[in-house]
């Protein structure tokens, strides 16, 4: 059971980037998945969730309307498009997923503790 992030790279603001988490070992159609960043200096911070199966997308309001998250069931990957990259953008993204089914319980889809599976970190740095 993994997840593969990747991507990641140097970007100039404005520009759109598209991150893939990919998963083995299991089906990212049943499972919670979720991206979260690290800048440096700074805590690991929630962007965005897609729950499982059908039932929906969250966001983080610093991103909402920005970043989009989204599934290919078929290439068991969840994907994080980011629009109008800007400077504070600059971090090592992550993608986590739960596998104990906790999120479908509480809720809390932006809580770190809430995800028992992480990759390994892509890193994005936007910079003219």
């Known amino acids: 059971v993994q997840l593969q992030a990747s991507g990641g790279g140097l970007a100039q603001p404005g520009d759109r980037l598209t991150l893939s988490c990919t998963a083995s070992?299991?089906?990212?159609?049943?499972?919670?998945v979720a991206w979260f960043r690290q800048a440096p200096g700074k805590e690991r911070w929630w962007l965005a969730s897609?729950?499982?199966?059908?039932?929906?997308?969250y966001y983080s309001n610093s991103v909402r309307g920005r970043f989009s998250i989204s599934r290919d069931s078929a290439k068991n990957t969840v994907y994080l498009q980011m629009n109008i990259l800007k400077p504070e953008d600059t971090a090592v993204y992550f993608c986590?997923?739960?596998?104990?089914?906790?999120?479908?319980?509480?809720?809390?889809?932006?809580?770190?503790?809430?995800?028992?599976?992480w990759g390994q970190g892509t890193q994005v740095t936007v910079s003219s």
């Open positions: 986590a997923a739960d596998l104990t089914l906790l999120t479908y319980q509480t809720g809390n889809y932006y809580q770190p503790g809430q995800y028992n599976t």
């Open positions: 070992g299991f089906s990212v159609r049943n499972y919670a």
């Open positions: 897609i729950a499982r199966d059908s039932l929906g997308e």
